[in-house]
């Protein structure tokens, strides 16, 4: 799946806690905490962020050790709080993945009567 750079959200973002590691270009990873998930992004906190723009390879861990992955660019970067990444090309194996999370974390949402949130 090719997704574009600077695409708004078209789908629900939901909020979720996962540990993940964004490892740019350059090699040097940071490592962070997935808070809001959806089929064409992600917001991670983390203390050191990359610039706009930057071109990454975005991982995120399960609990019970599966894991997704995804060549991503930072498309916003608070200083010392996190970044917003849109992802670029997800191989299928990894969209599987992706779209079970996400199903999991709607249906929590709806169990506790949360609304996931949407960019206007």
Same mark, same amino acid.
């Given at each position: 799946?090719?997704?574009?750079? *600077? +695409?708004?959200?078209?789908?629900?973002?939901?909020?979720?806690?996962?540990? #993940?590691?964004?490892?740019?270009?350059?090699?040097?990873?940071?490592?962070?905490?997935?808070? $809001?998930?959806?089929?064409?992004?992600?917001?991670?906190? /983390?203390?050191?962020?990359?610039?706009?723009?930057?071109?990454?390879?975005?991982?995120?861990?399960?609990?019970? *050790?599966?894991?997704?992955? #995804?060549?991503?660019?930072?498309?916003? /970067?608070?200083?010392?709080?996190?970044?917003?990444?849109?992802?670029?090309?997800?191989?299928?194996?990894?969209?599987?993945?992706?779209?079970?999370?996400? +199903?999991?974390?709607?249906?929590?949402?709806? /169990? $506790?009567?949360?609304?996931? /949130? +949407?960019?206007?």
């Amino acid at each position: 799946m090719d997704q574009g750079e *600077g +695409q708004l959200r078209r789908v629900p973002r939901y909020p979720v806690s996962a540990p #993940a590691s964004v490892i740019p270009e350059s090699g040097t990873r940071v490592d962070a905490q997935v808070t $809001e998930l959806s089929l064409y992004g992600c917001y991670l906190n /983390s203390l050191a962020t990359l610039p706009s723009r930057t071109r990454v390879l975005v991982k995120i861990f399960a609990a019970d *050790g599966e894991y997704f992955e #995804a060549n991503a660019t930072v498309i916003y /970067s608070g200083s010392n709080v996190g970044m917003g990444l849109v992802f670029r090309q997800v191989n299928e194996q990894f969209l599987e993945v992706l779209r079970k999370w996400l +199903q999991k974390a709607m249906e929590q949402s709806a /169990s $506790e009567g949360e609304n996931p /949130s +949407q960019e206007k």
